[in-house]
């Protein structure tokens, strides 16, 4: 098993920014990859962002050039740096853990979640 466990949500007024974290703990991979995604009131989940073992990133077009995703492999720790936030950016904020990942956007690869953290942008 693998516990996740994101921190660092909260209000922002738009065009500021916010770093998520998200400590992993548990179980280890050789190969993983870890990721966020998103979820407004109302909306699907959405992928946000992903970083591979190889230290290959992913990003969700809504988010890419704004959004970064740096990790430390120290601290199993991943986040996410985001930057001009806009009110769309406004959502729970989830972590998600695979040590097979293909598609790194599906959220079906992932095995592991953590319980979410609240964004919310103020415009």
């Known amino acids: 098993q693998v516990q996740l466990v994101e921190s660092g949500g909260g209000l922002v007024q738009a065009g500021g920014s916010l770093r998520l974290s998200c400590v992993a703990s548990g179980r280890t991979f050789s190969r993983y990859v870890m990721g966020w995604f998103r979820q407004a009131p109302g909306k699907e989940r959405e992928f946000v962002a992903a970083i591979r073992w190889s230290g290959n990133r992913y990003y969700g077009d809504s988010v890419k050039g704004r959004f970064t995703i740096p990790g430390d492999n120290a601290k199993n720790t991943v986040y996410l740096q985001m930057n001009i936030l806009k009110s769309e950016d406004t959502a729970v904020y989830y972590c998600?853990?695979?040590?097979?990942?293909?598609?790194?956007?599906?959220?079906?690869?992932?095995?592991?979640w953590g319980q979410g953290t609240q964004v919310t942008v103020l415009s």
């Open positions: 998600a853990a695979g040590g097979d990942v293909i598609a790194t956007a599906r959220r079906a690869e992932y095995e592991y």
